[in-house]
């Protein structure tokens, strides 16, 4: 499976950007998606995931209520809305899929290539 990431850019804060990661095959469509995200100098973080369906979703306490995962399996694509950026936020944002149907934050296989997002302040 390749993961193409797209999306990233500049930021001021309190903006908003829509990450999205389109799969190269189907395969992904059973599988858990998610985002993860390395700032400089920082280990990579999970940010957040879902389920197979859509139907579980799961997110990383510092971007709870601004950030949103979502699907469409149709296209074989998932996305990360992020609204109210912060300088915080500033990293190269992953996308992954997870070797299970169900939502995680770990048991990833595949990763696309990475697309930075940077939030001045």
């Known amino acids: 499976v390749q993961l193409q990431a797209s999306g990233g850019g500049l930021v001021q804060a309190g903006g908003s950007l829509r990450l999205s990661c389109a799969a190269s095959?189907?395969?992904?469509?059973?599988?858990?998606m998610g985002w993860f995200r390395q700032a400089p100098g920082k280990e990579r973080e999970f940010v957040a995931g879902i389920a197979w369906n859509g139907g579980a979703t799961d997110y990383v306490d510092s971007v709870k209520g601004r950030f949103i995962i979502s699907r469409d399996r149709s296209k074989d694509t998932v996305y990360l809305q992020m609204d109210a950026l912060n300088p915080e936020d500033t990293a190269v944002y992953y996308c992954?899929?997870?070797?299970?149907?169900?939502?995680?934050?770990?048991?990833?296989?595949?990763w696309g290539q990475g697309t930075l997002v940077t939030v001045s302040s």
């Open positions: 992954a899929v997870r070797r299970s149907s169900n939502v995680g934050r770990n048991g990833y296989s595949y």
């Open positions: 095959r189907r395969t992904a469509s059973n599988n858990a």
